[in-house]
């Protein structure tokens, strides 16, 4: 059985914190099978390989994507419901959420598999990489309703504020995953390939644990009767989950034209960008997991009425998220070129260099803005918790408009290095716009 939290009651900063602490040790084990996935494969595979994962990382960064907004999206009114003390609201709310999301897996699943031929060409992906980057990407593709069972499975259990059971589901998936990528590309040899498939099976597993764990407490334990028609509360759901996954699209669609760009530069220069790539999920793990909990400490808040909480829990959220954002930009500066050269493997000593370098002096620029980006998550979780999605929504929007300008340019200058600040930008101007958004919003509140 789960156990549930009650955050209209308690210090906040307590509350975020210990609610968002499983949560980070959750994300690191998801980004460490994520960065041993990606190391496997550049030091068994080869460097091709490597880039051959970048050349669509935001393809598949959009579909995980995808799922977290839908289930972000379903359960915010989960924890607002839990904040009323509506327990069989609770029950109707996941069990619609269920049902619509067996639906939207199965159809982004047929989209993705449908639509991959024109992504690659769009995507500019190199004649050599093909083959590999569309192998990865099918695979990944036809586990998209692995994706959604766990992410929404595990945002339940966050809604009412059981941050635990997500955290034990990924420790064992990530174990097993990084067991499993090692037999498949050092053992048996299926390459890029069975490293797919190895974390599509690890996404399955996380699930069930997750279910299990739901199946278990009878305050989440839905039935028939909750699924049932009811088109009133289906549009409402998705009218809070649909704008967050249009969001999530918009911003990785902004992150392929990018990648456009550097698809286009030498495989050096896409293979430094892509390893430091995969090191962008540490640098934000913290922010997911703040993310996290203030969403749902503010639904259980904005769901009491207790907007008074919700003004004391936002001050203590900025101030984590800042001072562990400077913690994590500063490890990453004085031990980042160590750990981007895991992912990094050549015969020719002059390309390893220039993927070295290409890899740090982008984690650089990252590390040193990382408080942007973690106000950005904190503002954005904000309004989320509130039922405002539509503001998230236009920070995506922002962000894609910013990183597509400055792409262009770069691609259009050749300045390579260019291409660095494009993601810096983007934070900043979807920041400055979601606090103005959380203030607005509480203002209208009073």
Same mark, same amino acid.
């Given at each position: 059985?789960?156990?549930?939290?009650?955050?209209?009651?308690?210090? %906040?900063?307590?509350?975020?914190?210990?609610?968002?602490? %499983?949560?980070?040790?959750?994300?690191?084990?998801?980004?460490?099978?994520?960065?041993?996935?990606?190391?496997?494969?550049?030091?068994?595979?080869?460097?091709?390989?490597?880039?051959?994962?970048?050349?669509?990382?935001?393809?598949?960064?959009?579909?995980?994507?995808?799922?977290?907004?839908?289930?972000?999206?379903?359960? =915010?009114? &989960?924890?607002?419901? $839990? *904040?009323?003390?509506?327990?069989? *609201?609770?029950?109707? /709310?996941?069990?619609?959420?269920?049902?619509?999301?067996?639906?939207?897996? =199965?159809?982004?699943?047929?989209?993705?598999?449908?639509?991959?031929?024109?992504?690659?060409?769009?995507?500019?992906?190199?004649?050599?990489?093909?083959?590999?980057?569309?192998?990865?990407?099918?695979?990944?593709?036809?586990?998209?309703?692995?994706?959604? #069972?766990?992410?929404?499975?595990?945002?339940?259990? @966050?809604?009412? *504020?059981?941050?635990?059971?997500?955290?034990?589901?990924?420790?064992?998936?990530?174990?097993?995953?990084?067991?499993?990528?090692?037999?498949?590309?050092?053992?048996?040899?299926?390459?890029?390939?069975?490293?797919?498939?190895?974390?599509?099976?690890?996404?399955?597993?996380?699930?069930? #644990?997750?279910?299990?764990?739901?199946?278990?407490?009878?305050?989440? @334990?839905?039935?028939?009767?909750?699924?049932?028609?009811?088109?009133?509360?289906?549009?409402?759901?998705?009218?809070?989950?649909? %704008? &967050?996954?249009?969001?999530?699209?918009? =911003?990785? /669609?902004?992150?392929?034209?990018?990648?456009?760009v550097v698809n286009g530069f030498a495989m050096s220069f896409i293979a430094g960008f892509t390893a430091t790539n995969k090191l962008y999920g540490l640098l934000e793990i913290a922010a997911i997991s703040y993310g996290y909990a203030v969403t749902t400490y503010v639904g259980q808040n904005y769901g009491a009425a207790r907007l008074d909480r919700i003004?004391e829990g936002m001050r203590s959220a900025i101030v984590l998220s800042v001072l562990t954002s400077i913690l994590i930009g500063g490890l990453m500066l004085f031990f980042g070129r160590e750990i981007t050269m895991l992912f990094i493997s050549s015969d020719n000593p002059e390309l390893l260099a220039v993927a070295g370098n290409t890899a740090y002096t982008?984690?650089?620029?990252?590390?040193?803005?990382?408080?942007?980006?973690?106000?950005?998550?904190?503002?954005?979780?904000?309004?989320?918790?509130?039922?405002?999605?539509?503001?998230?929504?236009?920070?995506?929007?922002?962000? $894609?408009?910013?990183?597509?300008? &400055?792409?262009?340019?770069?691609?259009?200058?050749?300045?390579?290095? *260019?291409?660095?600040?494009?993601?810096?930008?983007?934070?900043?101007?979807?920041?400055?716009?979601?606090?103005?958004?959380?203030?607005?919003?509480?203002?209208?509140?009073?």
């Open positions: 059985m789960t156990k549930t939290v009650n955050m209209t009651q308690g210090k %906040p900063i307590k509350l975020l914190f210990a609610f968002a602490l %499983p949560l980070m040790f959750g994300n690191i084990f998801q980004q460490l099978y994520t960065v041993v996935d990606t190391a496997i494969v550049g030091q068994g595979v080869g460097l091709s390989a490597l880039a051959a994962l970048g050349a669509v990382d935001w393809f598949n960064w959009m579909m995980l994507g995808i799922a977290q907004g839908y289930s972000q999206g379903f359960c =915010v009114r &989960i924890s607002q419901k $839990f *904040g009323e003390g509506d327990m069989d *609201g609770v029950k109707k /709310v996941i069990g619609q959420s269920a049902a619509l999301s067996v639906m939207i897996a =199965v159809c982004w699943t047929i989209i993705g598999q449908a639509g991959l031929p024109l992504l690659l060409k769009l995507l500019r992906v190199q004649e050599e990489l093909i083959p590999l980057s569309g192998l990865y990407t099918r695979i990944m593709i036809g586990g998209f309703s692995a994706t959604m #069972f766990y992410n929404f499975c595990s945002a339940v259990l @966050r809604a009412v *504020g059981d941050s635990k059971t997500p955290l034990k589901a990924m420790v064992a998936a990530s174990v097993i995953n990084i067991i499993l990528d090692s037999i498949a590309v050092f053992v048996l040899g299926w390459g890029i390939g069975g490293a797919a498939a190895a974390t599509v099976f690890s996404q399955c597993l996380a699930g069930a #644990f997750c279910a299990v764990k739901m199946n278990k407490t009878s305050e989440l @334990r839905f039935h028939k009767e909750h699924i049932g028609k009811d088109r009133s509360m289906k549009q409402e759901l998705m009218g809070l989950g649909t %704008p &967050i996954a249009l969001k999530n699209i918009v =911003v990785a /669609v902004g992150g392929m034209t990018v990648q456009s003004k982008y984690l650089s620029v990252m590390s040193i803005c990382l408080p942007i980006l973690y106000l950005l998550y904190v503002y954005l979780s904000a309004l989320q918790g509130m039922g405002n999605t539509i503001g998230p929504l236009v920070s995506g929007i922002i962000e $894609f408009v910013i990183r597509v300008g &400055i792409s262009f340019f770069v691609g259009y200058s050749g300045f390579q290095s *260019g291409i660095f600040g494009a993601e810096v930008a983007a934070w900043i101007g979807s920041t400055v716009y979601l606090m103005i958004s959380y203030y607005r919003n509480i203002g209208k509140e009073k």
